[in-house]
């Protein structure tokens, strides 16, 4: 057992500033990593000690494993904290931590290998007798084995990246004749995202949900849950609005799934938090899909119904202690809801959408959380993901949660790039939205971005209003310049007579 | 005439200035204050309250960020639309759209090549950026013109993909 003192955060944005925070919180030191384009971020700003990593490319900054970890053996850390995405899941790094005799606060290399590949963690939870969605239990070498499998359980299918998630090198097939060129750009996708081509066929679900549990393992062998995460709303294979509770979820349900998710985390020895994610049928039938071995994006809902700090749990496990809270210990209270604010453009298939935050008003009020890492003045590249903010609001109804949520979403002004902010409006405000009749497919099923954007009357003569007097104080101005300048005659009396 | 005709989305709204308190929209008087703090604006008219941004301006565009959402709108004063009216009856050739890449990326594969008939809504090129392939697709049906860029090179934003009249 060792006390965690300093803990270096091998990531960047809003999820390096979310650990910072607990880390003061605990009296621990911190120390951020940034590449050249990110010295003026939050992140950097609030570590006690930050350090410049390299050029902008992940590939020369936050993914470059033996800077990161000459700089945690330089700054004296403790630990390293990993975040989300980056080198979290990066069984190789996490070793390479421990060999430099420092503590990965995230599962030992083992794990991370058998969880991190799916298709070995589908062997090691269907052998636990966990149920699985039926899939090729091997990487698909070649197209006949794809056709093959197509045949044998009917369409559409489902090609997926063994080497990672975010759906990338992920593609639906819905026909035999679809797939050779499917196959072929997943393979080149995964070969770009993840270093790694293999893809693996899964029958594809109609209409499932996607339903994950938190779960928290100690070196003891001792797991427990921290209840589930609906994450349905998608959109691209790419959440983007998370609740907690499900509104399809019965505690009997809950326990049965629970139980089932530390029985699949244990199965892999695994250690500290990680996500059980399941896809759940009309039937609440559910089957393994995948499990994420690293702090989830959207654990603040967790963090807001059960009022534990998973970093600080993070710490606790990885500094050798028995977990804090017994199963019969965890109680969930209210309801909260998590909106992923995205540069993005929601009119234009949600292309991501990148350029300087011109201005940026967050919201604030009631049990309302936001974990944001830019601020006013930054910019959002295309080098990183384009997430700009994480808005949590909690309620002790869903009701009330998804009030607040739509009332912090009206305060928030961000200009000077596109967002999905007024996307997710829509989604709190659409009927099979509030009534929690939804799947995976709802933005397919019902997204229609011409209804979005607000063409009120009222809207449109102010922007009328702003624009022609902006112009015309531009001209004026000019004129005015002009004519001190004394030129010609002419051309002050033009400019004087259409002003 | 009016002193602006103002062009935003698929409304078309005439705009007379009286003073800095009054204007008139479509010919109905409007009461209005209007506040600016460089490209911040804070408009209050009909006892609604709006907060807006001017992102960037030309000679007649300006595009304005309000409510979260990105406006392009286009003024023209009375010179444009006099010289509009002069230029309209010899303006005979057709409307080009011109399809701009939207982020930096590199061009995987181009799905389209000069002379094809495409529809609203077609895909023309794989545009690969942030590690995710994205398809580029056209808003307007036509027939490929030009095709600026090769596979496999890089793009920056607002580089010319493709031209279709």
């Known amino acids: 057992m060792k006390k965690i003192k300093k803990i270096l955060i091998a990531n960047r944005g809003e999820i390096a500033v979310r650990v910072i925070r607990t880390c003061k919180d605990l009296g621990i030191r911190t120390v951020s990593v940034y590449s050249e384009i990110d010295q003026n971020l939050p992140h950097v700003r609030l570590a006690d000690e930050a350090y410049c990593i390299g050029r902008a490319t992940p590939a020369e900054s936050y993914l470059n494993k033996q800077k990161i970890i000459d700089i ?129 066929i899964e029958k594809y679900l109609e209409n499932p949900r996607h339903i994950e549990f938190q779960i928290l393992c100690d070196s003891y062998g001792n797991g427990i849950h921290l209840g589930e995460r609906e994450c349905s709303i998608q959109r691209r294979h790419q959440k983007i609005i998370e609740e907690s509770p499900s509104v399809i979820m019965t505690p009997e349900l809950r326990d049965k799934m629970g139980r089932a998710a530390v029985k699949a985390a244990l199965s892999a020895n695994y250690r500290n938090a990680g996500t059980i994610e399941f896809l759940v049928d009309k039937q609440s039938n559910f089957y393994f899909l995948e499990m994420n071995t690293r702090l989830q994006v959207e654990h603040p809902v967790t963090e807001m119904v059960t009022q534990i700090d998973i970093v600080k749990e993070q710490i606790n496990i990885a500094e050798g202690n028995p977990l804090s809270y017994s199963q019969s210990q965890i109680n969930f209270r209210g309801h909260a809801i998590e909106c992923r604010i995205y540069a993005e453009d929601y009119e234009n298939n949600f292309l991501p959408s990148i350029g300087k935050i011109k201005k940026l008003k967050s919201a604030a009020g009631a049990f309302i959380r936001e974990d944001r890492g830019v601020d006013e003045g930054n910019e959002i590249s295309v080098y990183y993901d384009p997430m700009i903010s994480k808005l949590i609001a909690w309620g002790e109804t869903r009701d009330i949660a998804l009030k607040r949520m739509q009332r912090a979403l009206e305060e928030y002004k961000l200009a000077g790039i596109k967002t999905n902010i007024n996307a997710c409006k829509w989604i709190l405000n659409h009927k099979k939205f509030v009534e929690g009749d939804f799947d995976t497919h709802f933005i397919e099923n019902y997204y229609n971005p011409e209804i979005i954007k607000n063409k009120r009357d009222e809207i449109i003569e102010a922007i009328a209003i702003i624009s022609t007097i902006y112009l015309n104080n531009q001209k004026a101005s000019y004129d005015h310049t002009i004519k001190n300048k004394d030129v010609s005659k002419w051309k002050s009396k033009k400019l004087e007579y259409f002003r | 005439m009016a002193d602006y005709l103002v062009k935003i989305e698929d409304n078309i709204i005439s705009v007379d200035l009286i003073n800095t308190n009054k204007i008139k929209i479509n010919d109905k008087e409007i009461q209005f204050d209007l506040k600016f703090k460089d490209e911040e604006c804070y408009l209050t008219y009909k006892n609604k309250s709006f907060e807006a941004t001017v992102l960037s301006q030309s000679e007649s565009f300006v595009v304005v960020s309000i409510n979260n959402d990105i406006y392009e709108v286009e003024v023209k004063d009375r010179i444009v639309q006099l010289s509009e009216k002069f230029t309209k009856n010899k303006d005979v050739k057709a409307k080009q759209v011109i399809v701009r890449a939207p982020m930096p990326g590199l061009v995987l594969k181009i799905l389209v090549n000069v002379g094809q008939k495409v529809e609203k809504g077609s895909s023309l090129l794989i545009l690969e950026a942030m590690k995710m392939e994205n398809e580029i697709k056209t808003n307007n049906a036509g027939i490929v013109k030009e095709i600026l860029v090769k596979e496999k090179t890089a793009v920056e934003k607002g580089d010319i993909l493709i031209v279709i009249e």
């Open chain 1, 72 to 200: 945690a053996l330089k700054a004296q850390v403790d630990a390293i904290h990993p975040g989300y995405g980056f080198l979290s899941e990066n069984s190789e790094f996490s070793k390479m931590v421990q060999d430099a005799g420092i503590i990965f606060i995230g599962p030992p290399p083992e794990a991370i290998e058998k969880m991190g590949d799916k298709i070995s963690a589908r062997r090691l939870v269907s052998a636990a007798s966990i149920p699985v969605v039926p899939g090729t239990d091997a990487p698909v070498m070649d197209l006949n084995q794809a056709i093959e499998f197509g045949r044998k359980y009917g369409y559409p299918i489902l090609l997926k990246a063994a080497g990672g998630g975010g759906g990338k090198g992920m593609r639906i097939v819905k026909m035999e004749s679809e797939l050779t060129s499917a196959l072929r750009s997943a393979q080149s996708e995964a070969q770009t995202a993840f270093g790694d081509n293999r893809i693996y």
